[in-house]
């Protein structure tokens, strides 16, 4: 690809961040935006496109414990991990997250529970041929579930 001024280096780069938090993989976004994969790579490494994407998919349960533990510290006296007013910020932010946006991370919440429930069946198999017959399940249905949640985020987000 031709030589881009830096503005239209850093609007690619934002781009590129935007379809990788979309689910589209680096492959496709080079493939996409015409650029080597490498480039892609570095881009994603030096630009947290990995925290961006999680960021979107944070479960509803994990700001429900954040805010829960901050709540038990209170109650003990200890200092708490966020201040009311972040909890505060936190509860309003969730309440604005769109109809699709909850709907995805109830979906991710129910599908890290399949999988705690698989990995707890693994740990309490007494057979080796069955802990690995459950973990090869688990993982052809990790590869389904990451797919379906994937093409989710493309459609709804």
Partial sequence: MASISNKERLEKIAHAKRLYV?????NTI???LGFS???LNKWASDNDFESAKRATSISINEVRNEILLTYQAM???EEPKMSPDQISKLVSSLEKLSYSQKSISWI???YELLTE???EEVQASK???QKEKIYELLKEVRKRMDTAINKLQKELL
């Avoid at 979309?22 to 680096?26: C, H, N, R, S, T």
């Fill in 108 to 110: 991710i919440e129910g």
């Fill in 75 to 77: 109650q003990k006296g």
């Fill in 30 to 32: 080079a493939d996409m």
């Fill in 117 to 119: 429930t698989f990995l």
């Fill in 127 to 129: 057979s080796e041929k």
């Fill in 37 to 39: 994969v490498n480039t």
């Fill in 22 to 26: 979309k689910g589209f993989d680096l």
